[in-house]
């Protein structure tokens, strides 16, 4: 079934789901913890958030799911880092689209 973001460019796409998986101050801080360290198991990141381990739980589903982060497993416990190729990438895609953004035109140029 198509829906209405099917209607733009994939680069659009692309970078509209990233930015929705960054959306929440849970996950950008995530993203600060798992930087501070090479990995980091889920009772760590937990522990460093005031949520409930559920809820931290979908948090990185969604930073994961959005390819953000890597999740390997040791036993029953998860450790998750972040994907720093993912998010050089990432970067380079939002540099590149406010690049587009914040570029004047000619027509919109004042004075032409």
């Known amino acids: 079934m198509q829906t209405k973001a099917d209607l733009f460019s994939s680069d659009?796409?692309?970078?509209?789901?990233?930015?929705?998986?960054?959306?929440?101050?849970?996950?950008?801080?995530?993203?600060?913890?798992?930087?501070?360290?090479?990995?980091?198991?889920?009772?760590?990141?937990?522990?460093?958030l005031p949520l409930a381990q559920a809820t931290v739980s979908r948090h990185l589903k969604a930073l994961k799911d959005a390819g953000l982060i890597t999740l390997t497993t040791d036993g029953p416990r998860s450790c998750y880092c972040l994907d720093v190729e993912a998010l050089e990438a990432l970067h380079e895609q939002v540099d590149a689209f406010f690049a587009t953004v914040l570029e004047p035109t000619a027509e919109s140029s004042p004075g032409r």
């Open 12 to 48: 659009l796409a692309d970078l509209a789901e990233a930015a929705k998986a960054l959306s929440h101050p849970a996950r950008l801080k995530i993203l600060r913890v798992l930087a501070d360290h090479d990995t980091c198991f889920c009772g760590d990141i937990v522990d460093q």
